[in-house]
């Protein structure tokens, strides 16, 4: 006799104190915007799922999810480096050069690492001279050159294909 309360207690218990997971609707159109006249409010994205198709006499309106507010992310544009810069031959076997051509002379750093992130070598010069890297104690491997001027934080970086010697 005990057990039918315990059970509608129990029961009692989930549906008033119970919480569930709750489903927002939204979509990511591709383009949308907002219109209106006196009294009337037309809000509007492109690229939504189709979930009704309405018929008038000269227009026909299409139901879906409708996402209320926009979440801009961007990216910031990339400055261009203010140097001039090779870095010869690429493929290589034995040494990688890398000569920056600079107005005044600066101070550069440079590291070589490979595909999962691994420094090989570092180390740093300056624009008015050559820089030799050996790579002769290392195989044949996908690595990569980054570049880096000291006093604009400025960095290059270049895919080096190293083939066997």
Not at 6 to 21: E, P, T
Not at 99 to 116: A, C, N
Not at 125 to 147: C, E, H, P, Q, W
């Amino acid at each position: 006799m005990k057990k039918p309360y315990i059970l509608l207690l129990f029961i009692c218990h989930l549906v008033f104190f119970g919480n569930a997971q709750s489903v927002q609707k939204e979509v990511f159109g591709s383009a949308g915007g907002t219109d209106s006249v006196p009294g009337y409010k037309v809000q509007w994205t492109i690229g939504e799922c189709l979930t009704e198709k309405l018929n008038g006499t000269n227009c026909i309106a299409t139901q879906g999810f409708h996402q209320y507010y926009y979440t801009v992310t961007s990216l910031p544009e990339i400055p261009k480096v203010k140097f001039n810069l090779k870095v010869f031959p690429n493929p290589t076997r034995d040494y990688l050069n890398i000569d920056v051509q600079y107005k005044v002379p600066e101070k550069f750093h440079f590291i070589l690492y490979t595909q999962d992130g691994k420094i090989l070598t570092k180390g740093e010069f300056f624009s008015a001279n050559l820089k030799r890297v050996d790579l002769t104690k290392y195989g044949s491997n996908l690595m990569f050159l980054k570049i880096v001027q000291v006093s604009s934080k400025q960095s290059v970086t270049f895919k080096i294909i190293k083939t066997s010697n």
